[in-house]
């Protein structure tokens, strides 16, 4: 008895460890998180463009449907979901806007000149307020907004499944054209 007595702090530890392990690796998990910017109106911002120039504002997101993806050349996930952005700016009717996170300019540059440029306009937040403003957990994170509404929200990085199960539905309710996704959409 004495002996597990000893060993009893060890094996809460590892079993403590092992769960804040598996909670960081699984895949699918973080998009759960509850957003009280759905269903509200888009945060007021505006941002300067990553060079110098065509940022966005919360102006550019009155009228349509956008999606505005939260990233940043530091993020290895932001990296692995950028095809998917590719393929999703074929969409008809839908604008991307790239909301470049707490990043310097010269680096996420040298990103979008290596993996291409989806979006319409990028915007720099170097210091992470209008992703605050945005209630941005951390990259990736994508929102779709619907004439100056914030109707879905998707924490981590966009995949397959995201796209075929969540997005390509939300697009076609949005009366949005689909059709160049496809059936195979990575």
């Known amino acids: ?3 597990f007595a ?3 702090p060890v094996i809460v530890f590892v079993l403590l460890a092992g769960m804040l392990l598996a909670g960081l690796l699984l895949p699918g998990e973080r998009s759960d998180v509850p957003s009280p910017l ?3 109106e888009v945060p007021a911002f505006s941002l300067e463009g990553l060079k110098r120039g065509g940022g966005f504002s919360d102006a550019d997101l009155r009228e349509g449907v956008a999606l505005v993806n939260v990233w940043a050349s530091w993020c290895l996930p932001c990296r692995a979901e950028h095809p998917i952005l590719e393929k999703l700016s074929c969409v008809g009717g839908l604008e991307l806007y790239g909301l470049n ?3 310097t300019r010269e680096n996420a540059e040298a ?3 290596e993996l291409g440029n989806p979006f319409t306009r990028v915007g720099f937040d170097e210091n992470g307020f209008t992703g605050l ?3 941005v957990y951390g990259v990736p994170e994508t929102f779709v907004t619907g004439n100056d509404r ?3 929200k998707h924490v981590g990085p966009l995949s397959r499944e995201t796209v075929t199960g969540e997005l390509a539905p939300l697009f076609r309710s949005l009366d949005l054209d689909t059709a160049c996704l496809g059936e ?3």
């Open 184 to 186: 195979d959409v990575g």
């Open 101 to 103: 996170f707490k990043d």
């Open 6 to 8: 000893r060993l009893l």
């Open 38 to 40: 759905v269903g509200g």
């Open 111 to 113: 990103f979008l000149r």
């Open 1 to 3: 008895m004495n002996r």
């Open 150 to 152: 914030v109707v879905y």
């Open 133 to 135: 403003d945005w209630g």
